[in-house]
């Protein structure tokens, strides 16, 4: 039941707040709110240590849902199938833990603050629903839900192009979604679950693949399944299906199949050049959303790539990696000289999101453990890194209303403690050693350097890109925050407001400038669960 509690804890507490009135405290919203993040976050870090490395799924739940006839295509079974792999337990506790940021810093919000505080514990809910889920159909029904409490939170509590950017954000994504849904169907039907059909049919299993090797049973006998475990077995794919590959051969549809899963995911992730969607939404997005927007829903992108487009095509994904690469290294360096360009400094690190998010893609591609393994340790430091930003920028636009780099000059003389977590957010980020997004640039260069399929060309171009971004965050720091204390004359910007931190944000930044620092120094926290 732990995987349950952490899905549906949130998504109860959220529509339970709405039937709480709004007119008396509404400061009670946002307390509840951090209790219950606060409730996942002890619960997701009790299952990151009570999981063994040495086994497979664990913590699983696993029940009959629906059985549902389709005539002579027989039977589909869908499942509430719940587990984790140690991918799922890392992305797990990110997203607990970047929940539970954003709890914290939602303070601000202060307009119709029920229906915010109910969408973001259903977004809360939905979000582990997608990491846990191994039926597929589950995991898309988790996927399709988290985009509808993302586009209210962006669309109603945004700045003001709000409207556009909810909608470009929702355009997007859905048209991922149907991508996803359309390779889903074709998995479904070319797969079958073996065990369930044989014990309608009243037989052994191996009774039951000769009858299927000389096609002696009928169609409208087979049950089919959404079990991802089952579709990345390929005994479980039927003889006769689109999916099906004679005498281990990739065939065209299975190409469909794969890029379709891959285009889908990413979009989500987001990669060059489905990406342009992510500043928008990003620099209209109240801080709180932006925060969980870079800390954990790109990282479904990641997840889906890697989980059913490798996981369930393996062969296409390495005959596909060079590809893969490619996309990768021009989202690294397309990001960053964006981000080099930018003079709103939220539009700087959302365009930082997309080169880091490259070097996930690039890992993946090299098809090596230390690529694969450094990608998700990518994923996890830019959620926390990301985070961390997000809130930086977040605590100067409440006190100034104003993000222009070049409105700002020696920011250090007023907010000293705040220019010290800015550049531990900032070396952290282009890949200082003993920060964590040291080691997950270093493992995925590494993998691609190893890699059979890609090798030195990449890594060159990898690092071209980590130099780009030291140059962004360098000319950023050096902008705003060095020399002698100025602001731009500026009806937003109240010069005694430019005041340090308060107690609420020093411990924020203290929690996440610990954890990028403790999972640099001791990297194995991390990959001793993959």
């Known amino acids: 039941m732990w995987l349950s509690i952490l899905i549906f804890f949130p998504i109860f507490s959220g529509v339970l707040l709405l039937f709480l009135s ?4 509404t400061s009670l919203f946002f307390y509840i709110t951090l209790f219950v993040t606060s409730i996942e976050l002890l619960l997701s870090s009790i299952l990151y240590f009570k999981f063994s490395p040495q086994k497979y799924l664990q913590f699983s739940e696993k029940i009959e849902w629906i059985n549902l006839s389709l005539g002579d295509f027989g039977y589909i079974s869908i499942e509430y199938y719940l587990a984790l792999d140690g991918f799922s337990l890392v992305m797990v506790w990110l997203s607990a833990l970047v929940m539970w940021v954003g709890a914290m810093v939602s303070w601000q919000i202060k307009k119709q603050v029920k229906g915010y505080f109910s969408l973001y514990l259903i977004l809360s809910g939905t979000i582990v629903g997608c990491f846990v889920a191994w039926d597929f159909f589950l995991f898309y029904l988790f996927f399709e ?7 209210f939170l962006i669309g109603i509590w945004g700045g003001e192009r709000r409207e556009y950017a909810s909608m470009k954000f929702f355009i997007y994504t859905l048209l991922g979604s149907l991508l996803i849904l359309i390779s889903m169907i074709a998995l479904n039907l070319s797969t079958i679950d073996l065990e369930k059909t044989s014990k309608k049919l009243d037989i052994t299993t191996k009774e039951l693949l000769k009858s299927i090797q000389k096609k002696e049973i009928n169609k409208e006998d087979f049950v089919h399944s959404f079990n991802i475990k089952l579709m990345m077995n390929k005994d479980n794919i039927l003889p006769d299906s689109v999916l099906y590959s004679k005498n281990k051969k990739i065939t065209n549809w299975q190409k469909w199949a794969f890029w379709l899963l891959v285009i889908g995911f990413l979009i989500k992730l987001p990669s060059f050049p489905f990406h342009t969607w992510l500043p928008d939404a990003h620099v209209e997005a109240p801080t709180p959303v932006s925060v969980v927007l870079a800390g954990v829903l790109l990282k479904v992108g990641g997840y889906g790539i890697y989980r059913f487009g490798f996981g369930i095509f393996p062969e296409v994904a390495l005959q596909s990696s060079t590809i893969l690469a490619i996309l990768g290294v021009i989202s690294i360096i397309y990001g960053a000289m964006n981000a080099l360009a930018m003079t709103d400094l939220k539009k700087m690190v959302a365009y930082s ?10 890992g993946f591609a090299s098809h090596t453990q230390e690529g694969t393994q450094g990608a998700i340790f990518q994923m996890f430091s830019h959620g926390i890194l990301s985070a961390m930003l997000f809130v930086l ?10 993000r222009n780099i070049d409105n700002y000059k020696g920011l250090s003389e007023k907010m000293p403690f705040y220019t010290s977590f800015v550049m531990i957010g900032f070396f952290a980020s282009l890949g200082l050693p003993v920060f964590s997004g040291f080691i997950g640039e270093l493992f995925t260069l590494l993998g691609a ?15 071209v890109g980590i130099i780009l971004g030291a140059g962004y965050f360098l000319w950023t720091l050096q902008r705003m925050f060095f020399g002698e204390f100025w602001v731009r004359e500026n009806k937003n910007i109240n010069t005694e407001n430019v ?13 996440l400038s610990f954890l990028t620092l403790l999972t640099g120094l001791f990297p194995y926290l991390v990959f001793d669960k993959l």
Do not use: A, C
């Open 22 to 25: 709004s007119k008396k405290n």
């Open 145 to 151: 839900f988290m985009l509808l409490p993302m586009f």
């Open 353 to 362: 999101s997309v080169s880091h998010m490259g070097f996930v893609l690039l």
């Open 393 to 402: 920028v977040g605590i100067l636009y409440v006190r100034t209303h104003d």
């Open 449 to 463: 350097f190893k890699s059979h399929q890609l090798g030195f060309v990449y890594v060159l171009l990898g690092v």
């Open 499 to 511: 005041k340090d931190l308060f107690i609420s944000e020093w411990f924020i930044l203290i929690v």
